[in-house]
């Protein structure tokens, strides 16, 4: 299989635990590496043969500017749902959430979480 790798994508979001990370806010950053065949796309050189990484980008967004949840780890199932649900040519996809400079950590620079998810995993409800 081959890899998509969409890199740092940033957006500010109201996720946290912290009533003051749901009014203020956070900044975020989303890195995707998706798994699918690019075989077709390398020999013909067209777009209808590859994921359009400006929709996976903006599946993206969509979730980081949509309702507010408390877990990075819930951001990234709920971004591994819509490339999913976006892409059905897609196998897996690993996703990387970062919250930068979280508020109530003033000296660190960001917290993340990194998980893997298989198209048979989340047909299986089991994200």
């Given at each position: 299989?081959?890899?998509?790798?969409?890199?740092?994508i940033t957006s500010e979001g109201r996720h946290g635990v912290y009533p003051r990370e749901k009014t203020q806010g956070n900044r975020f950053e989303?890195?995707?590496?998706?798994?699918?065949?690019?075989?077709?796309?390398?020999q013909s050189d067209r777009l209808a043969h590859t994921l359009d990484y400006q929709r996976a980008y903006d599946?993206?967004?969509?979730?980081?500017?949509?309702?507010?949840?408390?877990?990075l780890e819930r951001l990234a199932a709920l971004i591994a749902e819509?490339?999913?649900?976006?892409?059905?040519e897609v196998a897996?996809?690993?996703?990387?959430?970062?919250?930068?400079?979280?508020?109530?950590?003033?000296?660190?620079?960001?917290?993340?979480?990194?998980?893997?998810?298989?198209?048979e995993s989340l047909i299986k409800n089991e994200v």
């Amino acid at each position: 299989m081959d890899f998509i790798y969409i890199e740092e994508i940033t957006s500010e979001g109201r996720h946290g635990v912290y009533p003051r990370e749901k009014t203020q806010g956070n900044r975020f950053e989303v890195t995707l590496r998706i798994q699918t065949s690019l075989r077709e796309a390398a020999q013909s050189d067209r777009l209808a043969h590859t994921l359009d990484y400006q929709r996976a980008y903006d599946a993206v967004l969509e979730v980081m500017k949509g309702p507010s949840v408390n877990l990075l780890e819930r951001l990234a199932a709920l971004i591994a749902e819509k490339i999913m649900d976006r892409f059905p040519e897609v196998a897996a996809v690993r996703v990387r959430v970062s919250k930068l400079q979280p508020r109530n950590m003033p000296q660190c620079q960001r917290t993340s979480v990194e998980m893997d998810f298989e198209r048979e995993s989340l047909i299986k409800n089991e994200v």
